[in-house]
């Protein structure tokens, strides 16, 4: 990292430092949201590191994002809870019209309004986004949203909700990928309606009914019908973000299992004396090590402007994968503590594991890689 970068890095530790490990497990434990966490990062006004400073943001690019997210994880922080925060703004600071930029990033980026909530995924569809049927239909100055999403993340705690929606009903579209909309939605709203979702670890999510939820005309951002391609590039950044945040989780599990390793004495000598205890953790840190590289070569792409598909979806790939190792291998290491939860390793080993499925399941990245980058026929 250059030093500007270490500096931030030690700027969003020391912030962290003041939510250690009880305060997560109570956050767990109660299935509650950390608000006094996401209101000291927004106070710092790091999370709104990709505004540009003439919207009051800190002007900076993916590569200080994914420092910060990483920072974030690495604290033992559950990146999750805030992460969109960074992200949900890439859409609507290059799509979005200067009228809508003017009125929500300088708040965005004062921390006075949240933007942690994206509705997109539906039951049906899955991860075939083309085929979401919530339907926007325009009437005079407003569209009118009725439909249905899950996995609706944060909505209690957000202000701002980006919603995609069908404006031309896919038996009418020339293309799969054409009529679908994206809207900026303020919360609290009408025809909102919620339903929490309990899941293995504490991330606040819903399913959601859209019954007649109406949103200006003016907050569609972009064109009508082109925000398949919108989303596609908003990938690429949640790619990198999510990647940031599991080799965030991973340098915590191996710091800990190294920990462990070297104080826990079993027949008069430390346990990570042992190749079966050492190796995995070993093994673990390396493959972090190569994550992280490709999350930063994506980042770095990302920053010039350019679409980095086959990075970012690498670097999710790996670092999903190297933090998931490094999970298990500290379980294995802790033995019986690990599933005690005063330790915090059966936490992150649950909070771990999102990352094999999203964003973007890991079995989809491998098919976006045969297709796309090693020229392959389609397998679905």
């Not at 000291?40 to 420092?67: F, Q, R």
């Not at 996995?151 to 009418?172: E, F, G, I, N, Y």
């Not at 346990?271 to 673990?284: D, M, R, T």
């Not at 090693?374 to 679905?380: E, I, Q, T, V």
Request: some cysteine; charged content about 25%.
């Amino acid at each position: 990292m250059s030093p500007q970068q270490q500096s931030i890095a030690a700027e969003i530790r020391e912030i962290c430092a003041s939510f250690p490990e009880d305060y997560w497990q109570d956050k767990d434990a109660r299935r509650e949201y950390p608000e006094e966490f996401l209101k000291a990062l927004l106070a710092s006004g790091w999370l709104g590191v990709l505004i540009p400073k003439e919207y009051g943001g800190k002007g900076m690019g993916m590569t200080e994002a994914a420092v910060i997210i990483e920072e974030i994880a690495k604290s033992g922080a559950n990146a999750i809870a805030c992460h969109a925060q960074i992200y949900n703004v890439a859409m609507l600071m290059r799509y979005g019209s200067e009228e809508l930029k003017q009125r929500y990033l300088p708040r965005i980026a004062a921390g006075e309004m949240r933007f942690l909530a994206f509705g997109l995924t539906e039951e049906a569809a899955g991860q075939d986004t083309s085929s979401i049927s919530t339907e926007a239909r325009r009437e005079g100055d407003v569209y009118v949203l009725n439909g249905r999403k899950n996995w609706l993340s944060r909505a209690q705690h957000s202000d701002l909700m980006l919603a995609v929606a069908r404006t031309t009903p896919l038996d009418q579209a020339p293309k799969k990928t054409h009529g679908l909309s994206a809207f900026l939605v303020e919360l609290p709203v009408e025809g909102l309606h919620l339903r929490p979702v309990p899941t293995m670890f504490n991330i606040e999510t819903n399913e959601a009914d859209f019954v007649d939820l109406r949103v200006p005309a003016e907050n569609l951002v972009g064109e009508e019908g082109s925000a398949f391609r919108y989303i596609l590039s908003g990938v690429n950044g949640d790619r990198i973000a999510a990647a940031s945040a599991a080799i965030g989780d991973a340098r915590w599990l191996i710091e800990h299992a190294t920990q462990y390793a070297n104080d826990r004495v079993v027949f008069d000598r430390p346990i990570g004396q042992n190749q079966s205890v050492q190796f995995p953790i070993a093994h673990a840190y390396a493959a972090t090590e190569a994550a992280s590289l490709m999350r930063f070569r994506a980042a770095e792409k990302y920053d010039r402007g350019e679409e980095p598909g086959p990075e970012a979806n690498m670097a999710k790939l790996l670092s999903s994968e190297a933090a998931w190792e490094a999970a298990n291998a500290a379980m294995s290491t802790y033995g019986g503590y690990a599933f005690a939860r005063s330790k915090g390793i059966e936490r992150k080993f649950r909070e771990t594991r999102l990352f094999l499925n999203a964003p973007g399941s890991n079995n989809l990245i491998l098919s976006y890689l045969s297709q796309h980058v090693l020229g392959m026929p389609r397998s679905f």
